[in-house]
């Protein structure tokens, strides 16, 4: 059983509205989670990392939240744009996982339209 | 700064073929490397860690094995090509536990 869930499995926006996608773990004990923006035929890239104690993080446009009470954590897209469109990918560490394993979900396909 | 380079991009093969990809990073040393596959819709699949030089861990029992030759080279092999191998491979590189994994572009592998 996959312990990363993500929702919506794809959307789609309007250039230059906001978005929110949802990160759901089971992954105990937890270390870190991390938002990864993969585009098409790429590698994925980090966007942001947050450890236990923090609950939000911003990069740019993009703004992570995070709530280890309850497991879950959301990637807001701020007035999105064309280049935004792209895969994104939730991924938990173990608190275990001495080498760094990660826990990965199956990612949001974000599409952006004019 | 650090970098790290996959090849090829792409790569045809037919079934029963051998199969071997390279991954290559700069500008550190010692790092964790990582081999994934990542099918359709799915997430990324851990196939291969390694701490150092011949140093490899298999997460899943498959038709594929991995070899660390120097410390910044990993490399991804088969003997005998499946249709199952058919997916998208990434190689990924970390430096202490905990930071980020950074990820090469990738290789996109067709078996016909």
């Known amino acids: 059983k996959n312990q990363v869930e993500q929702s919506p499995q794809s959307l789609i926006i309007l250039e230059g509205k906001n978005c929110t996608l949802q990160c759901n773990y089971t992954v105990s004990p937890f270390s870190n989670l991390r938002w990864y923006k993969q585009d098409t035929g790429r590698g994925p890239v980090s966007l942001t990392i947050?450890?236990?104690?923090?609950n939000t993080k911003s990069n740019g446009r993009y703004t992570a939240t995070l709530d280890a009470d309850t497991k879950q954590s959301s990637l807001h897209i701020t007035a999105s744009q064309l280049s935004d469109s792209a895969s994104y990918i939730c991924?938990?560490?173990?608190?275990?996982?001495?080498?760094?394993?990660?826990?990965f979900g199956a990612g949001t396909q974000v599409v952006v339209t004019p | 700064s650090q970098t790290i380079h996959q090849w090829p991009a792409t790569l045809v093969q037919p079934v029963g073929s051998p199969l071997s990809l390279e991954c290559t990073v700069e500008g550190t040393s010692n790092p964790n490397l990582y081999w994934y596959r990542q099918a359709a819709g799915r997430g990324l699949q851990l196939l291969f860690y390694s701490v150092g030089i011949g140093q490899i861990s298999s997460e899943v029992p498959q038709n594929l094995s991995a070899s660390r030759p120097q410390d910044r080279q990993f490399i991804l092999s088969s003997k005998k090509l499946l249709l199952s191998d058919s997916g998208f491979y990434l190689c990924a590189w970390s430096g202490r536990v905990g930071q980020p994994q950074h990820f090469g572009d990738g290789t996109r592998l067709s078996i016909l």
């Open positions: 991924v938990v560490t173990g608190a275990t996982d001495s080498w760094g394993k990660l826990q």
């Open positions: 947050m450890t236990f104690s923090e």
